[in-house]
């Protein structure tokens, strides 16, 4: 079985969209879900949260940074391009309810898995306001889209080349303050934000997940789709400390109670991982400038 590449597009530096011809992907796919793609039998397995799905167009989307060896070697592939093996829809699929208002905080390339999230909880009936943001506005996307979705609709920038100056977290935190001093103030009776799902770099994950400390009575669900390899629950890769008990990403998330996730030992072990990452890349360069790299994975 071999699927199509139907769809590339660069929607930011490095940042590619790819479109496959997936029909049964396409169809069971669910907000939340990630897929295992290998370019071709002898390749690395590399991990990717859906970004979008269609069952009338037979196709899944998904958002991939160029970063390391397989990740480049895929994302300079074209349309009409076949790859080997696309493994999903894997994981449990985000728990999307109707709840209320629900804030949806997409960081870097988290706006891809954040985007179905959107529709998912405007669909079950929720209020939806979305924050996304990145380092600048070249690695911004999907902000037409994004916004189109959502019915409240933010955007920051660290170098405030777009939007807020400054981080997804502050604009987070405006809007459960403003919520809060309406309730203190009697201008509002019941607090509507139930929810909030953050999808970034764990490194924006911890921080918004301890800011929360300060609105006890609002969810915080994080996705940890960073951490995972070869996503069969095997390698042991994803494996994390949740609830004080061990747990895999891959099959026991990607989403968890942000509350509950141990952040140091998911950072300590991603330090390690993007050492080797560095070192593959660097390994892959030298190979390439050499002529060879297209026959090596
Ligand atoms: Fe290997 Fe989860 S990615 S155990």
Redesign the pocket.
Known sequence: MSYKIVEKEEVATDTFKMVFEAPDIAAAAKAGQFLIVRIDERGERI?LTIADFSSDENTVTTVIQALGKSTKKLTKMNVGGSISDIAGPLGTPADVKQLGTVVLVGGGVGIAPIYPQISAYKNAGNRVVSIIGARNKDLLFWEERVKDASDEYFVATDDGSKGHHGFVTEVLKNILDEEKEKIENKTLENPKIKRVVVIGPPILMKVATQMMNEYPDVEIIVSMNTM????????????LIVDGKVK????DGPEFDGRLVDFNTVMNRLTIYKREEIERAEKYKKECEGGVCSTLD
């Open positions: 991990p995972m390899v070869d996503g069969t629950g095997m390698c042991g890769g994803c494996r895999f990403s891959c099959v």
